[in-house]
């Protein structure tokens, strides 16, 4: 009978030991997760205004792999919707054709966004020319690119804010050329890492 009992007491103290840990184990990562989840996550809008009609899906991927780069989870997030984001943009541009810092951090605020990257695509343009030179005899091809765009970012961590006119006219033997779309994903990519303090891509 003491045996049962002594059983019965040693449960019931390692039960009650259990409850008290439990409860602080609601206040600590659960396993070692990374305290990185305890950071607030902070929103992001990329916003394209595409002029030339021609921007595809492969090319929103590689500039969204360039904000990422900088703007990524836990501590950023895209948004999906850009709904607001547009709206802001849209009245940004009505008031001020070329933004500056004041225009970017009102934009980012009406867009719900801690950081606001805007891409206008004005052109792209990738064609063969031919040399009709009379000493060329085998008659070379290249390519000439033409890579216009106006970039604008805002990080409200820290108010900074960057932004660059990328006019890139190019002409170059055909299969060293580099496509315009590209062009533009480089020149975004470093002048997001430039803003932020990051190296060079």
């Not at 103290?13 to 008290?20: H, I, M, V, Y």
């Not at 607001?84 to 001020?96: H, I, L, P, R, Y």
């Not at 009102?106 to 966004?113: H, L, M």
């Not at 890492?193 to 891509?201: A, H, L, R, T, V």
Request: aromatic share 10%.
């Amino acid at each position: 009978m003491k045996r049962i009992f002594l059983i019965l007491a040693m449960a019931l103290f390692l039960c009650s030991g259990l409850a008290g840990d439990a409860a602080v184990l609601e206040r600590v990562p659960f396993f070692g997760a990374s305290a990185a989840y305890a950071f607030e996550t902070k929103p992001v809008n990329f916003v394209v205004i595409d002029h030339t009609g021609s921007v595809t899906k492969a090319d929103m991927r590689g500039w969204t792999q360039m904000v990422k780069m900088d703007y990524h989870f836990p501590y950023h997030k895209i948004q999906e919707d850009n709904t607001k984001a547009n709206a802001a943009v849209d009245e940004m541009f009505a008031k001020n054709v070329k933004p500056d810092r004041e225009a970017m951090a009102e934009a980012a605020k009406n867009a719900g966004a801690s950081a606001l990257v805007v891409l206008v695509v004005r052109n792209m343009e990738e064609y063969i020319v031919h040399s009709h030179s009379p000493f060329d005899y085998d008659m070379e091809t290249y390519v000439r690119t033409v890579a216009y765009a106006d970039m604008y970012a805002y990080n409200s961590d820290g108010n900074k804010f960057i932004r660059r006119f990328l006019r890139e006219a190019d002409l170059k033997p055909m299969g060293l050329e580099e496509h315009p779309s590209d062009t533009t994903k480089w020149t975004l990519g470093n002048l997001l890492n430039k803003m932020e303090g990051k190296p060079q891509i």
